[in-house]
């Protein structure tokens, strides 16, 4: 597991504990007393530390390589996913994947970043920094759930849209826009979850939706930390300031209005209890998914335009 810095009192004790565990075969020592204490005490050290981080500290909770990723969640709470490959102009990009399945027996399109899980998964998939075609795949994606009359599910962490030369040379900005634009005109339910990182336009390229979510210690913000750092104070160095300047945990964001709720995570971070945080971003999708059908077309797209022209009022 990767290590947080203020974690580190609370991964030594688990460290002891998988010790005593390896005595634990011993018939001789009875340690259960001891493991439990020290269990409880891990449990309290979570509870104190998760319930007052920094926006520093949430920005690292949510950058964690083991949150679960996109292919965690269509693995557990998606059936028979069916990926889809392909722009059908350029090229298929792994930074931004999707297809058909079935969520809780409704049919629907999924799609969202996905960061990869190690050094080879993470340089396929790009960071989870889509180019032009894999937003351009988004937008193919989205009209055939309008044509199909089913649901659209986005998952959303990304740290933004590929900045490559390349990019910029194949309309990365336009593909954005287009996608954004693509958002506002289908005419069936979008649920957007921010399950991680979600980074600028390359994160609302797949966001403008009826229903907006944001797992509790995720981050949502128009430039990363880091990059606002350099721009304001010519130095990464003050990425913590601008952390809290930004205004970008889900806390801030529910504050302004922007989402509609905060999905709850275990003690400790979505990357402790994979399972358990998977189970409660379907509950909420499906919460939402049945506050909005059946739908109106018509309604439903005047309601998303009018919820997105209101953020800017």
Not at 106 to 133: L, V, W, Y
Not at 172 to 181: F, P, V, Y
């Amino acid at each position: 597991m990767s290590q947080l810095e203020f974690e580190k009192p609370i991964l030594e004790l688990e460290g002891k504990i998988a010790e005593l565990r390896n005595v634990e075969n011993d018939p001789s020592v009875n340690i259960d007393g001891e493991i439990t204490r020290m269990k409880n005490k891990v449990e309290k050290l979570l509870t104190q530390a998760y319930s007052k981080l920094t926006p520093a500290q949430k920005v690292q909770v949510a950058r964690h390589g083991n949150r679960p990723h996109f292919s965690d969640y269509v693995a557990g709470m998606i059936e028979n996913f069916t990926p889809l490959a392909g722009d059908r102009n350029f090229a298929d990009d792994y930074a931004l994947l999707g297809g058909l399945g079935r969520f809780q027996g409704q049919s629907c399109i999924i799609m969202g970043q996905e960061r990869g899980s190690d050094t080879e998964s993470r340089i396929k998939h790009n960071f989870g920094m889509a180019r032009p075609e894999g937003y351009r795949k988004a937008q193919r994606l989205m009209k055939m759930a309008d044509h199909f009359q089913i649901p659209i599910i986005t998952l959303v962490d990304t740290a933004g849209a590929y900045p490559g030369l390349g990019a910029e040379e194949r309309g990365q900005a336009e593909a954005i826009a287009k996608s954004i634009e693509t958002c506002l005109n289908v005419s069936v339910p979008i649920i957007s979850v921010v399950i991680g990182e979600g980074g600028s336009g390359g994160a609302i390229a797949i966001a403008t939706a009826d229903k907006i979510y944001m797992l509790e210690h995720s981050i949502y913000s128009v430039i990363s930390p880091e990059g606002c750092a350099s721009i304001l104070w010519r130095s990464a160095d003050f990425a913590s300031d601008a952390a809290t300047s930004l205004k970008i945990t889900a806390q801030d964001i529910l504050d302004l209005k922007l989402i509609d709720g905060i999905i709850k995570e275990p003690i400790g971070g979505a990357h402790r209890m994979k399972e358990e945080t998977i189970n409660n971003v379907a509950k909420q999708i499906d919460t939402a998914l049945h506050q909005l059908m059946p739908w109106d077309a018509d309604k439903l797209k005047a309601e998303r335009r009018k919820k997105f022209l209101k953020f800017g009022r």
